[in-house]
């Protein structure tokens, strides 16, 4: 267990659909990242937080959109679904932003699946 | 921008050592790693290397070469339950990172036979 949660667990719902993911980090890590795994891309790094800012952005499309908290929990808000929005979304922290060294350690993930 | 490449598959039997390459082409990195991940689950942080050299954690070791552009994950006396996606990962330098940001390769899926 990595003391991140991510719910729900799984999500089945129809294209043009809005949903939102929701993380909660592990006790004291203020940086959150959220990354997207499909069978034929891999796991894409979409977005991240610290303390409640935007730090970096990766191949995160406009209809997604997510924030953090001052409770430094995020969502990730997924609208105007497609089939190819269909995947694992991961949620991931780490105790800080700026050092490498410190390693993330990931959620169990929320499994979208689009009809 | 970069590039990780890793072999796709790989097969091993059960108290052998096996070594998963990873190439890449990128601008600056501060470091690289790599990560478990069994079928359907998130994945785990295995090792991380900043410095060229051999990191060794047990029965696994990670070696990185900066001037070749390659690093490979070591397991040995290997075990049913490490079957599993090996993933190779750089935190890459701005303007294409900072902060963390991992860019992952596609993954080495491991089979251990008995």
């Known amino acids: 267990d990595s003391g991140v949660t991510q719910t729900p667990k799984h999500l089945i719902t129809a294209t043009g659909q809005r949903v939102t993911l929701r993380c909660s980090p592990r006790?004291?890590?203020?940086?959150v990242y959220w990354y997207q795994q499909s069978l034929d891309q891999g796991l894409q790094f979409l977005i991240q937080?610290?303390?409640?800012?935007?730090?970096a952005k990766g191949n995160i499309l406009e209809r997604f959109s997510a924030q953090q908290f001052p409770d430094l929990h995020s969502e990730l808000n997924l609208s105007s679904l497609e089939l190819g929005d269909s995947a694992l979304y991961f949620c991931?922290?780490?105790?800080?932003?700026?050092?490498?060294?410190?390693?993330?350690?990931f959620g169990p993930g929320t499994r979208l699946t689009v009809t | 921008g970069q590039n990780i490449d890793q072999p796709t598959e790989m097969t091993a039997t059960e108290g052998a050592i096996v070594q998963i390459n990873c190439t890449y082409q990128?601008?600056?990195?501060?470091?690289l790693f790599w990560y478990q991940q069994h079928a359907g689950e998130a994945p785990t942080f295995l090792s991380y290397?900043?410095?060229?050299g051999l990191e060794e954690k047990g029965r696994f070791s990670s070696f990185l070469s900066r001037s070749k552009g390659y690093s490979y994950l070591l397991l040995k006396e290997l075990q049913m339950k490490d079957s599993a996606s090996y993933l190779c990962?750089?935190?890459?330098?701005?303007?294409?990172?900072?902060?963390?940001?991992?860019?992952f390769g596609a993954g080495t899926r491991l089979a251990v036979h008995p």
């Open positions: 937080y610290y303390n409640g800012e935007e730090r």
């Open positions: 006790s004291g890590d203020l940086s």
């Open positions: 990962a750089v935190s890459p330098l701005p303007p294409f990172g900072g902060y963390n940001k991992l860019i």
């Open positions: 290397n900043v410095l060229d």
């Open positions: 990128t601008s600056g990195f501060n470091g």
């Open positions: 991931a922290s780490s105790a800080s932003s700026g050092n490498p060294q410190y390693e993330q350690y």
